[in-house]
């Protein structure tokens, strides 16, 4: 790959200048066929074993769907059991909501998350939520635009459901105590996106994620709900039926595990960016490592688009310690040009996220780019970087001085959390552009789910990004956060409902599913060397810490013998 | 470049002797070096208050208080991850409150070490955000909720301001209320409402 152009000398030649023209050129399909990840050859794989078998999926994502448990019946003999009605993986925005309806509805509800609650995708998100509630807007149009930004490939009736649920969404979650953008007459503030028809974005200046998430965090905290924080779940139970029957849960206070015997489970995840797909830097925060994923494949579930996946253009390529951080779209919405280390516009920066990632990586690999390498081949542990990621070290300036320049205050009124990030980097993006590259943001499929956030496995429902179908193969910004609150809250209260039609407690609870799929494993000579859910990306050396051996049977077992 | 990012940096974290490269936080640092870190670590973008770290900078006495993924390192810097936050200890909820005249009694019901505040100005020296965090404590307990919601758009709930204060008061939960009741009472776009009670009536249904 062609180095580029390296940073002080294309930082030299750099003038900010209000306008520059647009170019003329247009690659169309082809630019994506190059250079997206998603056409990298070598890059999928058919899945050999499980509900999806056939199926294409993503290298790094079947080597764990396919992977090997973390634990056996062994791990189950000692450990505590305990009951529930209804049990929550995953603590972001989706968990939340789900475990909130679960609770309103009378359920018991124990919500464990990995981290802390509310480490998530949902505190990062920037942009807003879509919501069609101006006069020249319907949730008709808001149906088209996501169909069209999916390219026709979603489960229409989701994506129907969500912008039917959109404006009573966005009133309850007023009434969770989350604030909005106001005009002066106290309406909500709309804007458009990138394939909208219609202003209909929602947000909270740039912290619109932040907002939701710090509200939702604390109506939980204030009700019945159980939180088991630093908790990530491992594996779920199902009965003898092939029912789903709760789930294996570690502690990473104690280093043990726990059996949560529930009527419903939610698996509430979130998303893959720190899989580090071909080696991109992402956006996500470090639990998104596609944990529910496996251990609802694992357990029966069907998925589907397990081939693509959104790499966001604009994330920071520099300095390495933040490679992968995003900066939201609405910079170039509101016209930041993208610029090679030439000062040239190579691509109409309003097109589809696709296109325009792809573009930028066609400047780097063409060596038009900026290169801000050390020079010496070191590999990083950047925390948006895996080891001997091969660039994130080349890139393009996203010119916000030339907003700047047209508009004069804007970036301070309208993207605080950009000039912070640029304090962060030692740069004034009113005067100096930042450098970025595409940053894996977004995983579009998912589990399969109805109307009622069910999976195709009774007892088990998915919500939020976990899930796949609502947005078919592209989101539309805005309509991530959205669907977590959707779905999040109908999958609290199917659930809730299901657990009242239980009757007596939950049946005999087995990890049967899990021999199952061993022996499928097995017999399709797949190698069980991995493990999985990974839990955590590998630079974080969770697999190696002694503190958790406790969790690591065969390491504890060595240690008695010894 | 003239700094050159690469330059290794000798620092302590957790009481171990670490080098890394300059352009690393704190976090990156320890997994720079070969040891593990998961607790305490959250988006690694400085928004969701996981990593908090005590810093004793080389020549200082001076113990400040950050957050682990922003921070880069330096020579000579002595860091201590404060894990596990501790959550809330009062409990309320918002449709307790009939209305909004009853706000201001039941934030001291809620909030009774609030009127206690001495201003010492410990939470606003701890936050990471730079937040004036003794005003908004003040703000709320004369009754200016809005006011005092409006200085905690960029809190992270990280709890340092909770942690530091010695009345045992959680000025951050004390924001958070103020925030939320300013949504719960006051907002009601018109845009909105109408938009709900059109689809109510069973208008704007969507074809698929
Ligand atoms: C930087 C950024 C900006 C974004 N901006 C926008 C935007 O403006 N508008 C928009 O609509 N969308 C946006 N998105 C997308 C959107 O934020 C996410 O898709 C959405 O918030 C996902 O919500 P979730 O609840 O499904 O998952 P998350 O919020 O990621 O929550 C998942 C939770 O599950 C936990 N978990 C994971 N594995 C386990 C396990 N094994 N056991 C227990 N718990 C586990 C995690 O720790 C986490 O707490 C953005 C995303 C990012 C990263
Ligand atoms: S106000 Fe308190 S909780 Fe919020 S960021 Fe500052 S110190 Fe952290
Ligand atoms: S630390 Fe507590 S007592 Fe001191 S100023 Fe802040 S709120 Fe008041």
Redo the contacts with the bound molecule.
Sequence with gaps: MAKGIPYNIALKHYRAQAERPMPQTDFGEELLRQYHPDYLRERCVDLTVGPNAGDPCHRQLAEVLQGDARIDEADLAGSPEVETDVLV????????AAALEASLAGAKVIL????R??????????????ASVEKDDTPQQHYEDTVKGAHGELDRSLAAQMVMDAPEVIRWLIQQGMQFELDQYGDLMTRRAGGTSAPR?L?FRDY??LEM?RVLREAVFNSNIEVWDY????ELLSDESGHCAGAV?SSLKDYKYILVKARSVII????I?RMHLNDFP????????G??LV?AYRAGARLRDLDIFQY?PSGLAYPPHLAG??I??GVRSAGAYLLNAAGERFIDELKPRDYVAAAIIRECAEGRGVYAGDGQGRPSVAGGRTPGATDGKCGVWLDTPSIELRQPGIIEKRFPKLLHLGTKCGIDPRKQPPLIYPTL??QNGGAIIDREAASTVPGLFC????CGGVHGRN?L????????IVF?RRAGQAAAKRAHGFGRGPKKITIEHLRNFRRELMLANMPLARKS?L?FPAYAKFDVDSDYDGLRKTAAAGFIND | MSNDPEKLISLRINGKDISAPRSHSVIQALWYAGYPRVKGVGCL?GVCGSCRVLVRRAGSNKVTTELGCELLIEEGMDVHFLIYPTPPHQSYRLEEIRSSWEVQAKFHEIFPEAEHCRHCAGCTSTCPKGIDVERGVELASKGRFSEAGELFVECVMCNLCQTACPEMIAPNHVALFSRRVTAYFHIRPSNLINRLELMRKGGLKVIE
């Design positions: 993986i995953g603590g972001g925005g989706a968990g939340c464990a998350t990995k981290l609650l509310g480490d998530s995708n949902t505190v990062m998100a920037e942009g807003g939520i879509q974005v947000y619109t994620g998430m908790s990530p779940a491992v849960v509430a995840t979130g998303g960016g992402t956006s996500n925060h470090f639990g998104a490592t944990d529910g251990l966001h951080t995003l939201t779209e943001h977004y919500a939020g990004e976990v989101r910004m805005g309509n991530s956060l959205l669907d977590i999040g859910p839990l | 973008q």
